[in-house]
């Protein structure tokens, strides 16, 4: 199922940060990884970005400047058009142009919208919250089933004990 997976926030609560974990955490689990755009794949350290990757035929369009004014929509309706994008992962401000270009892009192309937010806490705590958050998006994608988990991941199942009566 096509899914957009919208990070909302108001301004300055770590939208893009919590992305950029993200897609850092998308490259470092997923090793064979296909770079779309740019190519070489790279997440840079600050500032907005976009990326396109495949992962395991699953094409992942990341898009993290959600600010109005900025063309969310033209650029959402490229990654599910020009690009086919399975997943995409974008920030949006709680209301107004940027949620109706997700909700524009979810209902032209059919998609599911899972809408989200980052975690609301002290500005000391902002990074690590960001980093967790992250890491509980890659699960929610994996137990989905929206991506695979990686086999690194998956334990062996134990052999099974024969125990005599």
């Known amino acids: 199922m096509k899914t957009i997976l919208a990070i909302s ?3 300055g609560k770590g939208k893009t940060q919590t992305i950029r974990e993200l897609a850092n955490l998308l490259l470092g689990s997923y090793p064979t990884f296909v770079a779309i755009k740019p190519i070489p794949a790279k997440v840079p350290v600050d500032g907005d970005f976009q990326l396109i990757i495949e992962i395991a035929g699953i094409v992942i369009g990341i898009e993290s400047m959600g600010d109005p004014g900025t ?3 033209k650029r959402l309706q ?4 020009s690009y086919s994008c399975d997943i995409i992962i974008c920030a949006t401000r709680t209301r107004g142009e940027t949620v109706a270009a997700v909700e524009n892009a979810a ?3 059919d998609y599911d919208t899972i809408w989200t937010s980052t975690y609301q806490v002290i500005k000391k705590h902002q990074a690590q919250a960001n980093q967790l958050k992250a890491k509980h998006l890659l699960d929610l994608l994996q137990q989905l089933l929206l991506l695979p988990i990686p086999t690194a991941l998956v334990a ?4 099974a004990s024969v125990s005599a009566i």
């Open 9 to 11: 926030h108001a301004s």
């Open 71 to 73: 063309g969310l929509e």
């Open 78 to 81: 490229k990654l599910a058009g």
């Open 107 to 109: 209902s032209t192309w």
């Open 156 to 159: 062996p199942l134990a052999p």
